[in-house]
Structures are given as C-alpha cells and as structure tokens.
C-alpha cells in the first residue's frame, strides 16, 4: 500500500498552492502565514500543511480532491479545528469548510430534518430549527463554533447525548466523495437496495459491494465487539453495517475523521425538545462519590448528567462565575443532573431525583436552579472545561498556572464501571506523578482530563508514552472505549490493539481501504496510525527563539513562547454568539481564521519556534495578523485559559518596530495625550482646520480613516475648570483622587466635571493628580512600550502619597481605569507602588456602591440601554453598575453587543473602518437606533460613545452624567424632576 504521506515532504508548498489555484478551488492559501495558523487544532499535535484550502462550493472540492490526488498530496478536512485528538492537521492540503461552505440547504418542519453543508456551526443550525421548535441532538461544549462536518467527523456526543444520542443516531443521509473522486449518496439500505446497486456495477455499486462482503464475512464481530455501550466510538462504527441497523453507510461514516471520505452535504434528524427543563446540583465530597451515584441517577431518565470537581472550579476567576461557584452545594465533586418535562411537572422530578442522590453515600446536598441566570452560570464553567482544565489551580501538582494537556481527553466507560475506573485512574495519575482536572459526562461514563505532562523534556515524554499505555489497558479492564466522543485521532490510533484484537484491527484497515485505497485522506489516522508522542506542538527536540520581552509574563513563566501556547485551540473566539462576551470583534466580522484569538496566538507560537515563520519580531506575517486585532483585552476575560491578545499586540509591535519608522497612526494617536495638551492651548484654531478643507489631507497624513470625523477639542479643558473651583460638599467620607484621563479631560469634560458633582452629592472630597498624569494607554496599544513605562512611571509615583495614604482613586474613562488596575502594573513590574495603585482604582458604579455606604442614589425613573466598555468587562464587569441603576429605578438592559468596533485608536486607523463600524452593526448600532425616544443610552467608554454619535442620530452618555442630571441643585433640599431624555444640546455635543 502507498502512502500518499511518504511523498509530501519533496513537495513545494507554493507548487502545490499555484496547482490548486489554477484548478479553481476557491481560495488557496500557500503562504508561511496562512500555512502557521492552520498547523495545530485543539490537540497537543502540530503539522505545517503545504496549503489551505477555503472552497466555496461543491465543485471546489472536488477539483482540489482531483489536484491533490494527481500531485499524490493527502487531504485533511477541518471544520472549526476544534478536535483534541489531532484528526485537523495534517501534512498535505487543508480543506477549511467553515468560512464559506457553511450554507444551511432545507429546512423541512415536517419531516424534521435539515440538509446542510459540512462547514455550518452548530449554533447556526440550531437557531434555524429553534423558529420551527425544533433542535438537533447532539450538542458538544463547543456548540458556538464547532460545524456539523467536524461532528460527523468525530461523532460529537455533548452533555444531552443521554436524552437525544449522538451525531450518529442523528444522521440520516450523507453525500460525501472519496479521494479517487467517486461521489455517493449514503443512507440506510434494504437487501433489496443493496442488489440493485450491486447490479448497477457503477463506483458506488462497487463500493457498496465490498462493503456488503465485508458486513457479511464478519457479522459476529461486528454483534459482539462493537457497539456494545453508547460511548464506544473509538475506531470505525461498522456495527452500522449489520442487517438489523438497515445497513446504514452514512452511520458507518460518521467518527472516521476523514479518513474515509469528505462529506458534501448531510440531512439530520431534528428533536422537539421537552416544553420547560430544570437544573439539580448534587454535592459529593469527590469525583468518585460522584461517579457512584450515577447509576441510580439515571433511573430518573435526566436529560443530561454532567459531572466535575474542585481542581476544575478553583481555576475559575471570573467574578460572576466565581459567585455561582461559592454558593455550591458543599463538597469537592458535583453532579448536574437537567431534567426535562412540562413546567408543572418538574419540580416534583427534581425532588424526586434529588431524594434518591440524598440516599448515596457522601452525597452532601443538593440545589435547586430555578434562576435561569444562575442555571446559565453553572453551565458556562461546565462548557469552559475543556479551556480552563489547561492551566492547573494552585497545589494541583505544580505551581498556579502549570501547563495541563489533552491526551487522555475522553475515555468512556460503562457507567456501572465508572466509580471503579475514576479511583483506578485517580491511582494510575498518582503512580505517575500527574495531576489533572476530572470533569465530563458522568451519565455515559465519559471523561474529560487534562494532565500536567511535560513535553519539554525526554523523559516527561516518555512518561507520556507510558501513561497512555496503561490507561488504555484500564480502560480496555473495564470494558471500556479509549474515546468516547473525540475520536482517536493521533493521540490514540496507535492505542487501539489494546483495546482491540487483531482480527478487529484488521477489518478496520480493510474498512479503509475500500474508501481510500491511495491512502490519501487523512492518513495516520485510526489505521497505520502516527505514534502518540510525534508531530507534538511542545517538543525537546525544538528550541524556541530566545526572545526577550519588555512585559513579564509572570503567569507563563517569563516565556514568551509558553504565553503563546496558551490557546489551546478550543476556538471560543470564533464563536459569533455575543452573549456576555466580547471576543473576538473581528473574527465576528470576517470569519477569518487569521482574526481570531487562536490564529494570532499559533502565528505568535510559530514565530517563536523560527520555523515556518522565521524572521522573528521582524515578521509581516505576524504584524499583518495583528493589524485587526482591536486590544479590547475581551480575550484576556472571555478566553477559558486567559490567553491577552492585546498585550501579545503591544510586546509584538514594541519590537517589530524598534529603531523603524512607525506607521502614522502610531505618531498621532499614541501621542495623543502630548498632542492633545498642545491643541488644548488653541482648541478652536484646531477645530478650525480639522473642520477645514484641509482635513482629508491632515487624516491622510496622520494615518486617519478617511471616512472618520475628528473629535472636537473642548474649549476649556477639565483641568483647567476643576482648579479655579471652589469644592462643595461637606466631604464627610474623605478624599478620592479623581484619575483625569486625557480623552474626558480634552473632549468630554462635562463627564469628568459631573463625575465630581456626583462625588461630592456622595461626601467625597474630590482631588485630583498634580500636574497632567498620563496611564500611558495609547503608547501601550502602540506598542511604543519604552515610553509608555516612563509616563506610568511618573504617574505612579505623583499618586503614590495619596494611594499609601488609603486615598481610593476613581476612573471614569474605562480603558483608563483598566490600565491603572492591569497595564501598568505588568508594565512597572515589582513596582510596590503600581500595584498598590492598581488596588485602589475603582470605578464610579465601584465606589458608589462599596464605598459609599448609606449614600442614595437620586431616582431617575425610566429605562436604559448600556453599553460595556471591552476594557471594563475585562477588568471590573458591569455588576456595580446594575447595582447601581437599579437602585435608581432605571429599567436597564445591558446589550450582549461586544465591543463597539472602535475601541480607541483601532476605528480611527486607516484600513480600519469597514471592519470597524461592521463590528459596531452586529449589536449596538441596531439596538441604538431601534430604542424608543425615551431610552436612554448609556456608554462610559469615550470610545463607544464617539461610535455611537457618528454612526447614528442618537448620543451616549456616561452614568456620571445620568446621576449629576438627576441630583438635586447645589443649596437644594427639592428632588429633582429628571428626564430620561437627552436634550438637543446634549445630540449636538455627542
């Protein structure tokens, strides 16, 4: 048998590219950039491939399939890349279905099916079939991004596979086409169907002839060792071949990750879904006592029971998250059970099924949801595993933050064998010195682990090798399936023999080569497999570049390259769901690879590693990445292992521009804070020419968006009035340092001056910083890193004295507030007092609600639409300020928009403002204008308010000003009348 691997390595990556280009497979990517980004998945794997492939329909594929078969490349097809097994690397031609080959085809209600294209997320599916009440099964933790063709691929299961099965009980036809270009339409078969196609003796009746002898020849193993639990999906399903499942070929196909053909299209089942369902958190004090309870637990016929313990929770950080964690019930370990049924009907199964958990020995209670935002919480952590168990808690076997891996990511056992298989296994990580946090679907007997092994030395890889080999032996002990839903992959193809014998690897490789007699999709895979430790991402054998940084990276160690690898490639920054999360605005544009977190952080891996990107912090590969990268630090909140893109943006262009000439940009909006001090001495000559007919050329040479409308300088800088002032109040409570951040001070500052009212109506003695402070934002989002230290520097130390003397300082610019309380700490590091300085920062939602007891809020009656600033939601989230507004009366909602698309400098860069107003239109530009006239809209960041002023007809407005309208005149005892209304004055200045 030849491999079409063998001849890949005497292949030119461009050849291959200029082949396949000029056979019109839609677009075709050879270069170092694309060919970087596409070089690992979600596994601890990684294979450069010669190109991508982004086909736009059928026909693309097929001719790709017809070039690379004549040039004896082989063919990897990935979805979303989301695999942790390495099924979606490969060292040929990648085919990437997700960006365009994505189409929902029919929709039929009746019927209850769907016919889709391979590349259509899962989420985007299930919203279509949600309008006719309807839902497809199978939904894996990565539902926001992972496709449909990567979940026949690897035969997705998810946390309801208990109640509505797996991809594969939900698979009613498939079109697919082999590597020789035969394409077939595969389905369930009667005897009858299978002669006449046999008769027909085309390629599909050829096909399905050898198919038919191989079934026949083998029913008794395909009856007794195949198929016997659900969860067994390891290896190919040909128990799908047997008479009694209708011989169903397109079932069979589903989990041969590529290895058998490339799927065109598939029609799939629909569900209607139970009319309301509830969630029951079960306490234990460990993963096996939990494990234990299972079977019992399935008696009540749960839609989902899902389980995970301690060393998961304690990695959680965010605060939201963290609160629904510390109200848990007592224990280390918790099962969450989701029944499903009529409303009125549920609360009697929860009781039920929490009595019988109460009868389980060590059960130490149980819970109730009925708050749905409570519900979505707990789940959020379920569904996150897979990023957060990546880096471990601290005492998990190593220090805070130390690197855990997938590898043995979903064996699956019987359920009655699950208690006994955790405390083996639990003992088995032990003999090793191991450690990793246990989580998964309890109710199948699968689990999820991630394990602190090290792959940087000889031996910790060959303590890899060796554990894997007795955990398949575990497995295999207790009648197990080495995956229970990830499919095998590179990291347990080579495991198979022992869980099966001879004669069942041997159908197996038969298996394919009835498919793919050339071996050319997805070779290495489940037959003639790759070894477990080659093609790993983190080798001994490679030596990272040694690049020293300006930022510490404390949490990886000082290593740049360890930073990188963070993204472990579970992909949430390609989801395009915005609830409650802000990354990655780009990505939600463009729905290109190289603009999601993941593709900028495995080009930043690649770059370190100076192999396929090989001129280091000099690289245009990395710098053109970057270049949609907004800095909204959304990634640094919403990414599961934490990984800071923006801060990756600034250590990057810090050194690929030293001692260079810098884009424009760089010049006149990372100085923005020298420049603006000098504008403020002649503001309306400056508002004169930028209003002139001399702008479009000022912009072009400052490296502005042509289409962008320069703000206007105030006539009277905030500084300037604060310190001709009088203070007022009596300041009962103490001072607060006022943090003058240069965009309110200079353009806004009627938000910094009701900042102070609202302050003082609370009792505080407002001051602010001598001289004119700076946090060095712009210089950071610049990368000009060297001066951005020497301006926080001095802003550091002019407020060290207050900040040591217990005076809090308040921002009311979010991305201000957010450098003091995160940038410049790492910035300064060791810096005493910057850290100190960043304890002290608040917000004003911040320090009205926690430091200002017995102060009340005026009432302001109405409703409000708010937008988070992206620094805000990364450093401090919105619960004060819902605090906050609540206590004044005001029916807010706080739009899932994301960030507004300007985010500082980035809107207003030229190249920048198609994809930034794009990002502004998914959510808040449309909420904007749809408010009623009475609605006011509330944004704190100057940013988000500037986006929303030249992209509609309404204006934002800060809470401080929402608040200062609202209080009462100065020497007034009379309440107020506010309106929610923002006045005509108020439109024209926004």
């Not at 308040?810 to 100190?836: H, M, N, Q």
Request: aromatic residues 6%; hydrophobic residues 40%; proline residues 6%.
């Amino acid at each position: 048998m030849t491999s079409t691997a063998q001849g890949v390595g005497s292949l030119d990556a461009a050849a291959v590219a200029a082949a396949l280009d000029e056979a019109d497979c839609g677009t075709v990517a050879g270069d170092a950039g694309r060919r970087a980004q596409y070089s690992a998945d979600a596994s601890n794997y990684r294979q450069i491939p010669l190109a991508v492939v982004f086909p736009r329909e059928r026909q693309h594929v097929l001719n790709a399939l017809r070039v690379c078969r004549g040039l004896g490349v082989p063919v990897t097809a990935r979805g979303a890349g989301t695999s942790t097994s390495g099924q979606a690397v490969g060292p040929g031609v990648v085919l990437d279905f997700s960006r365009w080959f994505n189409r929902l085809i029919a929709l039929d209600p009746r019927a209850r099916t769907a016919t889709v294209q391979p590349g259509i997320v899962l989420d985007d599916l299930q919203r279509a079939a949600a309008e006719h009440g309807l839902l497809f099964g199978a939904d894996p933790s990565t539902h926001s991004r992972c496709t449909l063709g990567g979940m026949i691929g690897n035969n997705a299961c998810g946390s309801h596979s208990l109640a509505w099965g797996r991809t594969a009980d939900n698979i009613v036809e498939l079109e697919v086409v082999t590597y020789r270009g035969t394409v077939v339409r595969l389905g369930e078969m009667t005897r009858a169907e299978i002669d006449a196609a046999v008769t027909a003796g085309d390629d599909r009746g050829e096909l399905i002839a050898a198919l038919d002898r191989l079934a026949q020849r083998h029913l008794a193993t395909l009856r007794t060792q195949l198929g016997r639990f659900p969860r067994q999906v390891s290896g190919y399903a040909l128990e799908h071949l047997l008479p009694e499942r209708r011989f169903h070929l397109a079932r069979a196909l589903v989990g041969s990750e590529g290895t058998l053909a490339v799927v065109l299209s598939a029609t799939v089942r629909l569900l209607t879904p139970p009319p309301a369902r509830t969630l029951v958190v079960l306490g234990f004090p460990d993963a096996g006592a939990a494990a234990d309870a299972v079977p019992a637990l399935l008696r009540h016929e749960p839609l989902a029971l899902e389980g995970l313990d301690r060393a998961l929770t304690d990695i959680v950080t965010r605060p939201g998250t963290r609160a629904a964690i510390d109200t848990l019930p007592a224990g280390r370990a918790w099962l969450f059970a989701e029944l499903g049924g009529p409303e009125d009907a549920l609360p009697r199964q929860a009781a039920a099924l929490a009595g019988t958990a109460q009868q389980a020995a060590g059960c130490t209670g149980h819970e109730i949801v009925t708050d749905p935002v409570r519900a979505r919480g707990l789940w959020r952590i379920r569904e996150d595993g897979a990023g957060l168990a990546t880096r471990l808690p601290p005492g998990s076997g190593g220090e805070s933050g130390a690197e855990a891996w997938p590898g043995w990511e979903d064996a699956a056992v019987p359920p009655d064998q699950l208690g006994s298989y955790l405390r083996r296994f639990t003992e088995l990580l032990d003999r090793y010195e191991l450690r990793g946090a246990v989580y998964g679907h309890f109710g199948e007997g699968c689990l999820h682990v991630r394990i602190n092994f090290d792959f940087t030395t000889e031996r910790g890889t060959a303590v890899f090798r060796a554990f894997l080999a007795d955990a398949a032996r575990l497995v295999a002990a207790h009648g197990g399936s080495l995956s229970g839903e990830h499919g095998d992959g590179q990291a347990r193809s080579a495991l198979l023999p022992l869980m099966y014998g001879p004669d069942v690897i041997a159908l197996f490789e038969e298996f394919k080569n009835i498919w793919d007699p050339d071996n050319g999709l997805n070779p290495g895979m489940i037959v003639r497999p790759l070894p477990v430790d080659g093609n790993l991402r983190v080798s001994p054998h490679r030596t990272p570049l040694p690049l020293a940084t300006v930022f510490p990276f404390h949490a990886d160690d000082g290593d740049f390259a360890k930073a990188t690898r963070r993204c472990v490639g579970v992909g949430k920054c390609r989801s395009a769901d915005h609830r409650g999360e802000v990354m990655c605005p780009s990505y939600r544009v463009t729905r290109d690879e190289k603009d999601s977190t993941r593709g900028r952080a495995r080009l930043l891996y690649e770059m370190t590693q100076g192999e396929v990107i090989t001129d280091g912090w000099r690289s245009t590969e990395v710098r053109d990445a970057l270049d949609l990268c907004l800095s909204c630090k959304g990634c640094s909140a919403d990414c599961p292992v934490g990984v800071d893109m923006a801060t990756y943006k600034s250590e990057f262009l810090h050194h690929h521009y030293k001692r260079r000439l810098r884009p424009a940009a760089h010049y006149t909006m990372g100085w923005l804070p020298l420049l603006a001090r000098l504008a403020a001495r002649f503001p309306r000559l400056v508002n004169a020419l930028t209003a002139s007919r001399l702008a479009p050329a000022l912009k072009r040479l400052g490296g502005i968006a042509a289409q962008r409308d320069l703000p206007r300088f105030a006539d009277q800088t905030f500084l300037t009035w604060f310190r001709r002032r009088t203070p007022r109040g009596d300041g009962r409570r103490g001072p607060v340092l006022l943090w003058v951040d240069s965009f309110n001070n200079h353009f806004s500052p009627e938000v910094l001056k009701a900042g102070v009212a609202v302050l003082e109506h609370a009792g505080f003695r407002v001051r602010v910083p001598d001289g004119t402070q700076c946090c060095g934002l712009t210089w950071i989002t610049t990368g000009q890193l060297g001066i951005a230290r020497r301006v926080g520097r001095r802003t550091v130390d002019a407020l060290a004295p207050d900040v040591r003397a217990g005076v809090p300082v308040v921002g009311l610019e979010p991305s201000c507030t957010a450098a003091l309380k995160s940038d410049l700490p790492e910035l300064l590091d060791g810096d005493k007092d910057a850290r100190a300085l960043a304890g002290a920062t608040r917000t004003l939602a911040e320090l009205l609600v926690h430091d200002a007891p017995g102060w009340q809020p005026p009432r302001v009656e109405g409703r409000s639409l708010s937008q988070t600033h992206c620094h805000q939601h990364a450093t401090a989230g919105f619960g004060a300020d819902a605090t906050l507004l609540a206590r004044m009366g005001i029916d807010n909602t706080a739009l899932d928009s994301g960030c507004c698309g300007l985010a500082g400098n980035f809107g207003f860069e030229r190249g920048h403002y198609d994809v930034s107003v794009a990002a502004g239109e998914q959510v808040l530009l449309p909420a904007v204008r749809s408010a009623a006239a009475d609605t006011r809209i509330l944004a704190d960041g100057f940013s988000c308010r500037t986006q929303i002023a030249q992209q509609t007809d309404r204006g934002g407005t800060h809470l401080a000003e929402l608040i200062a309208r609202a209080l009462p005149p100065a020497g007034s005892s009379a309440p107020p009348a506010p309106s929610l209304l923002p006045t005509d004055k108020e439109h024209a200045r926004d």
